[in-house]
C-alpha cells in the first residue's frame, strides 16, 4: 500500500520514522511519499519536501511567512494528488495539516492524524474540524482521551512515542567512554547540556542567553545540542560561542551523560526528562506573538513535563522572567541543593508511568495497517 506521511517539524520527523519502521513490519508492500526528514528518509521515505524549510516559530514569524505558507500548501495538495495513496498522516504540525486534512478529505482520500493538535490549550472549536475531516486521530498524552470524550470523539491512545524513541536508542548506543573520545569532551562528570531548539528562530533568541552560563559555573563544561538540520554558520555567529563545544545530532548521547541541562520548550523537555536529567525550560518569542499567546492560550503550563504531570515539577522561565539572573539561580539549586534535586527526578519516574511503556508506535502501525485493509 501506499502511505503519504506529512510532518513539518524535528519531532515529527522522528515519531513518523518509528511509525514507518514499524508500518513495513505489517506491509511489506509499504510505500512512503513524504514531507519530513532525514529520519523519515532512512525509512525508505521518498523526500518531496524537506523540514528545514517548513518550520516557522511564533505568529509574527508566520505571518511574515504567509506567502511562502501558501506555496507551501499548494505544492503538498499537488504532491497528493500525483502520488494518490491509500491513506494519508498527518503528524502534528496542527496549522498547516489541519488545513491539509479538510483538503485531503474533500479530495476523497482516507485521513489519519497522529499526534493531536493542542486543542485542549487554545482554539477548542478546532475539534469540530477534526470530527468533520480526520478519519481517526491517535493521541500520545493521556489527558487528550478523556478531552475529546467530552466532545463525542473517540480517540485512540497508545502511549507516547518518544518511549520508543529512547528504548530503541539505547540498543544501540554509543558506550560514553566511545561518546567522550569522540567528541573530545572534558569534566565528564558536569557537563551541562544546553538545548536552544531546532528552528533558526529559537536559536536567535535562546543561545545568546545560554552562551552567558559558562562564566558563571566554571566548574562546569557546557555543551550545545547542535542539529544539522540549521546551517553550522548559524552557530558559529553568536558572540561567546568559542566558550562551549557544539556536538551534532546526538542529544540523546548528550542527554545520557548530562547532568544537568536548560532546554527551550517543546518536545526536548521531555525527552530531557525522559532521560532523568534536571532542567530549566525556557521559552521567549516576539513581543507581539507573546502577547497574542496570552490571549489565546488557556492553560497553566507550556512544557510537556508540567502539562502531563498538571503540576509544576521544572521551573519555566517564559518571556520576561527568562533572565540571566533567573537562569542562575535556577540552575544553581538543581546543582548545589540535594532535595529540589531528588524531588525533580522522583517526579521524572511519575511522569514515565502515566506515559506507559514502550511500543506504542507499533501498536499504533498495527491499527493503520489492519484499518486500511479493511478498507
Known amino acids: 500500500m501506499k502511505y503519504f506521511i506529512l510532518a513539518g517539524e524535528v519531532s515529527g520527523d522522528l515519531h513518523a520514522s518509528n511509525l514507518m519502521k514499524h508500518i513495513k513490519s505489517q506491509d511489506a508492500q509499504a510505500e512512503f511519499d513524504c514531507w519530513g526528514g532525514d529520519y523519515m528518509e532512512k ?163 535562546m543561545l545568546p542567553l545560554m552562551l552567558r552560563l559558562p562564566t558563571l559555573f566554571p566548574g562546569y563544561s557546557f555543551v550545545i545540542a547542535g542539529t544539522s538540520s540549521l546551517a553550522k554558520s548559524e552557530y558559529d555567529k553568536f558572540e561567546d560561542i568559542d566558550k562551549v563545544q557544539i556536538i551534532f545530532d546526538q542529544t540523546y548521547n548528550l542527554l545520557s551523560v548530562a547532568h544537568a541541562a536548560i532546554v527551550t520548550s517543546g518536545t526536548a523537555t521531555l525527552e530531557t526528562a525522559l532521560f532523568d536529567v534536571p532542567e530549566v525550560v525556557c521559552y521567549k518569542a516576539s513581543p507581539v506573538s507573546y502577547r497574542i499567546a496570552r490571549l489565546l492560550v488557556s492553560i497553566r503550563f507550556i512544557s510537556l513535563v508540567n502539562l502531563i504531570m498538571d503540576k509544576e515539577v521544572v521551573r519555566e522561565l517564559i518571556q520576561d522572567n527568562l533572565t540571566i539572573e533567573n537562569l542562575r539561580e535556577e540552575l544553581t539549586k538543581i546543582l548545589n541543593d540535594p532535595e529540589y534535586r531528588t524531588n525533580m527526578l522522583r517526579n521524572f519516574l511519575l511522569l514515565q508511568d502515566n506515559l506507559g511503556g514502550a511500543g506504542a508506535s507499533k501498536r499504533i502501525a498495527e491499527k493503520i495497517v489492519r484499518d486500511i485493509q479493511k478498507r
Open 43 to 205: 525509512q525508505g521515505g521518498r523526500i518531496l519536501k524537506h523540514i528545514s524549510q517548513l518550520a516557522f516559530m511564533g505568529f509574527i514569524e508566520v505571518v511574515l511567512n504567509l506567502r511562502t505558507i501558501s506555496r507551501n500548501f499548494k505544492l503538498c495538495v499537488q504532491h497528493i494528488k500525483e502520488s494518490n495513496p491509500d491513506t494519508l498522516i498527518l503528524v502534528d504540525y496542527p496549522g498547516f495539516n489541519l488545513r491539509m486534512a479538510k483538503r485531503a478529505k474533500k479530495m476523497g482520500y482516507h485521513v489519519i492524524y497522529y499526534i493531536s493538535p493542542t486543542v485542549w490549550a487554545w482554539k477548542e472549536s478546532r475539534v469540530e474540524t477534526i470530527k468533520k475531516y480526520v478519519d481517526k486521530l491517535f493521541v500520545i498524552l493521556p489527558f487528550e482521551k478523556e478531552f475529546y470524550k467530552k466532545h463525542n470523539y473517540e480517540v485512540e491512545f497508545e502511549g507516547h512515542p518518544l518511549m520508543d524513541a529512547i528504548s530503541e536508542w539505547k540498543q544501540t548506543q554509543l558506550p560514553k567512554e566511545e561518546f567522550f573520545e569522540k567528541n573530545k569532551l572534558s569534566n565528564q562528570d558536569n557537563i551541562i547540556a544546553l538545548l536552544p531548539g531546532s528552528r533558526k528562530q529559537e536559536l536567535e533568541k
